[in-house]
Structures are given as C-alpha cells and as structure tokens.
C-alpha cells in the first residue's frame, strides 16, 4: 500500500496488491495517507505454501485486477479528492 500511494502521488499510476488477510490493514493504511477508498488487488492468502499452479492461477487474477483499477474511475475519483 504504502508504495503503491507513493507512487500515486508522484504521477505515477500504481496497483496496491495484498492478500485478503491483509485487506483490513490496507484500508487503514490508505485512510491514514488520506486515500480513504483507495483500491487495492486481493487475493486469496496464503501464497507462500501454494503450487506453482496456484501461484500462476492468483497472478492471473492480480494483473486482472490492476488492469481493472488502473482504469477505475473509483481511484481516480480517490486521487482526485486530494
């Protein structure tokens, strides 16, 4: 999160991505910089034990997602309230 709102706020289109565990603490993380509502690629968790099917199966559904929110007029409204 942090790098991805960093990123942001250099002109820089970014895609947070996170497991799903770890989406409560993105929420936070993305309120405390001032982007409340700020979106973010989930997946399921865990990763560290998966197959490499797995793996290969959650990165198709990351790159899916920041396709889709690099487009989003969600973010953009998000970034452009600050």
């Given at each position: 999160?942090?790098?991805?709102?960093?990123?942001e706020?250099?002109?820089?289109?970014?895609?947070?991505?996170?497991?799903?565990?770890?989406?409560?603490?993105?929420?936070?993380?993305?309120?405390f910089?001032?982007?409340?509502?700020?979106?973010?690629?989930?997946?399921?968790?865990?990763?560290?034990?998966?197959?490499?099917?797995?793996?290969?199966?959650?990165?198709e559904?990351?790159?899916?997602?920041?396709?889709?929110?690099?487009?989003?007029?969600?973010?953009?409204?998000?970034?452009?309230?600050?």
């Open positions: 999160m942090h790098d991805a709102i960093s990123a706020r250099l002109g820089i289109p970014a895609a947070g991505v996170i497991t799903d565990r770890f989406l409560p603490t993105a929420r936070v993380m993305a309120e910089a001032g982007l409340p509502g700020y979106p973010v690629a989930v997946v399921t968790h865990p990763i560290s034990n998966n197959t490499d099917v797995e793996i290969r199966a959650k990165a559904q990351i790159v899916q997602q920041a396709v889709a929110l690099l487009q989003s007029p969600l973010r953009a409204r998000c970034l452009a309230s600050k």
